[in-house]
């Protein structure tokens, strides 16, 4: 089942137009919420991010984010959605191709359900990452659908056999291609601020309020590419990849080569929000 503006329907009989702006331009916004035992994980904050989006690229949502949140309900549920994610994408909608908006835009609204587990073996593991130059636009805030820059860089990732690409904008590490980045140095951890240059990560904002019960010290300041190579641990952080310890980066051993004590106590954190949604009745 495919949520469409207001109704669901069967993938057969959703239609988008070729002249969708988001099919052309990537005239849109979107947003990847976890569901774990049939409950959204961050629900609130993953609207809250939505409008800010839109707001900043002068869309308007078709409805008021309450009523989307009781529209999603509606899917996970048609869908039988327990363990797994939902896309949602908000487009500018149908008009003749021409790049200023359109006049009365009608925006096209999509989400539908997948049904995926955690990725356990790289969260326990960790991961290999490269380094690669952030290579793109200067509104990074923005959960814009014009991904061009990260899968470019994300490829490349792959092509090096590794998991993730972590980005360079000048000798500043940013964040990585779909996930923000930690590092942790003498128990202090340091991610990227949020401005521009990142998506402010839920994920992300999850494990700073983490790392502050567990008397950990955060510091929102960026870091370069010396600090990245030579952290005790390094961590990329996302709604799919949740906290997953990059043990690798250019094939070069970071820390002790497997994940640290900083990220296994966090992720001991992360997982009791996660236990408490998988342990409540639904
Ligand atoms: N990506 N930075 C980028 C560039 C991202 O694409 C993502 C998420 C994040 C982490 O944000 P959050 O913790 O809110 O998921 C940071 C999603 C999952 C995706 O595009 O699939």
């Known amino acids: 089942m495919i949520l469409l503006q207001d109704g669901l329907f069967h993938r057969s009989e959703v239609h988008i137009d070729i002249e969708d702006r988001g099919y052309q331009f990537g005239d849109g916004v ?24 839109a707001r900043e690229i002068q869309l308007q949502l078709p409805y008021p984010t309450d009523l989307l949140q009781e529209r999603l309900n509606d899917l996970i549920n048609a869908t039988k959605l327990k363990d ?5 994408q908000v487009t500018r909608g149908v008009f003749e191709r021409m790049h200023h908006f359109p006049v009365n835009p009608k925006s096209t609204l999509v989400a539908y359900t997948k049904e995926t587990g955690r990725p356990l073996d790289k969260i ?30 994300k490829q490349r990732a792959k092509e ?11 000798n500043t590490v940013t964040e990585g291609s779909s996930t923000n980045v930690f590092i942790v140095k003498d128990r202090t951890l340091y991610t990227h601020p949020a401005n521009n240059y990142i998506l402010n990560g839920i994920t992300r904002n999850v494990i700073i309020e983490i790392a502050k019960t567990q008397q950990l010290a955060v510091k929102e300041e960026s870091f370069d590419k010396v600090a990245l190579m030579s952290a005790d641990e390094v961590m990329v952080t996302s709604t799919t990849m949740e906290i997953t310890p990059v043990t690798t980066i250019d094939d070069l051993q970071i820390g002790s080569g497997s994940p640290g004590p900083i990220t296994k106590q966090i992720q001991v954190k992360f997982d009791e929000k996660v236990e408490k949604l998988l342990t409540a009745a639904n």
Do not use: P
């Not at 629900?43 to 939505?50: I, K, P, Q, T």
């Open 160 to 170: 090096a056999n590794c998991d993730e690409a972590i980005l360079l904008r000048g």
């Open 84 to 88: 797994g994610q939902v896309y949602l």
């Open 30 to 53: 979107y947003e990847v919420i976890r569901v774990y035992n049939g409950q959204f994980f961050g629900m609130a904050e993953h609207m809250e991010r939505l409008e800010r989006s």
């Open 124 to 153: 326990n593991q960790g991961i290999s990452a490269i380094t690669t130059e952030d290579i793109r636009w200067l509104r990074c805030d923005i959960k814009s659908l014009n991904l061009l820059g990260n899968v470019l860089c």
